[in-house]
């Protein structure tokens, strides 16, 4: 089998994402493509989605995984499981203010936390309050 012929009929197919490990290299646009990804599943509140890692993102973004894990780590200066978790806690706020009818467990399931307790954990680290205590504040 000639497998440098092989290549080359689909070579085009094939795309790898520019290695941007050395800070120095790094441009506003180096991850112009991942933000636009981002902010359109950002606004669709697909990080309320449970089970959510950094492996099924890339693959939705159609990118590899350290190549994600780099972009978190330099631009938004943090790392993915605490950049989602940000984000989770800042919806559970919302709903904790704006509906007082639901539970807090439900907030949890509603804001992608696969239990209450690291949901509790998580909202504490966060914001320095317990949800209940936080819900009560903001009354």
């Not at 933000?35 to 989605?49: M, S």
């Not at 907030?107 to 936080?134: E, M, V, Y």
Request: hydrophobic fraction near 30%; glycine fraction near 2%.
């Amino acid at each position: 089998m000639n497998y440098a012929s092989q290549f080359s009929a689909i070579e085009t197919a094939v795309t790898v994402e520019p290695e941007v490990t050395d800070k120095e290299n790094i441009t506003p646009d180096s991850f112009k493509h991942i933000e636009e990804y981002l902010k359109a599943w950002i606004t669709d509140k697909q990080f309320t989605e449970p089970g959510i890692t950094l492996d099924l993102l890339s693959r939705q973004f159609y990118t590899n995984r350290k190549y994600l894990s780099n972009y978190f780590n330099t631009v938004e200066k943090k790392t993915f499981r605490d950049w989602i978790n940000e984000l989770r806690i800042q919806e559970a706020q919302t709903l904790l203010k704006e509906h007082p009818e639901m539970t807090v467990s439900e907030i949890a399931h509603c804001t992608g936390f696969s239990t209450q307790s690291n949901f509790g954990r998580q909202f504490l680290k966060q914001t320095g309050f317990t949800p209940k205590a936080w819900r009560k504040r903001a009354e």
